[in-house]
């Protein structure tokens, strides 16, 4: 049996950035664009915090790209000292191709996050995505490596109906 202390783990934190690569994967669109992603999250008050997402992918110089940054705010709810569900409404910026056609929309986000341990978060969450043009639902699910306290390395995928995108990148807590 394992030591109770390997088994408790705080809650997630939501005072946060990370930076990472990743590669889209649209069907019908070849070769794969491969970009980065990074994403902030402060919190304030007991339970509240804003968030900022941004990623770009392309084909190195071609006309094939997307661009996409998120500003919101959120409220998490500690289900148990271990895990938290949360929500987030977020203005949604897009940039297509590289066009002056930017767009711009919403989207809501519901999720759980938990530490399973001191070293391992896991993570689930719904993205329901809206402008002009584009009206998404995804699925993000991710985990990460707690190295320490204030930092760790994550791997996410994020899956629409014709897409996916998986990342990998280092977190830093504060």
Do not use: C
Request: charged share 20%; no cysteine.
């Amino acid at each position: 049996m394992l030591p109770s202390k390997l088994l408790m783990a705080d809650t997630p934190n939501f005072d946060f950035f990370e930076y990472g690569y990743t590669r889209a994967n649209f069907d019908g669109i070849s070769p794969t664009l491969n970009g980065v992603d990074w994403s902030a999250s402060f919190t304030f008050g007991d339970n509240f915090f804003v968030a900022t997402d941004y990623f770009k992918v392309d084909t190195n110089g071609s006309a094939d790209k997307l661009e996409i940054r998120t500003y919101g705010v959120g409220y998490q709810y500690a289900l148990s000292n271990s895990t938290a569900l949360y929500s987030e409404i977020a203005g949604t910026f897009i940039d297509p191709n590289g066009s002056d056609n930017h767009e711009k929309g919403f989207e809501f986000t519901g999720g759980i996050r938990s530490n399973i341990n001191h070293n391992f978060e896991l993570k689930a969450a719904i993205k329901i995505f809206n402008t002009k043009t584009y009206d998404m639902t995804t699925l993000d699910v991710g985990v990460a490596y707690n190295i320490s306290a204030s930092f760790a390395i994550y791997s996410d995928l994020n899956i629409k109906s014709k897409s996916t995108r998986p990342s990998i990148g280092a977190r830093y807590s504060f």
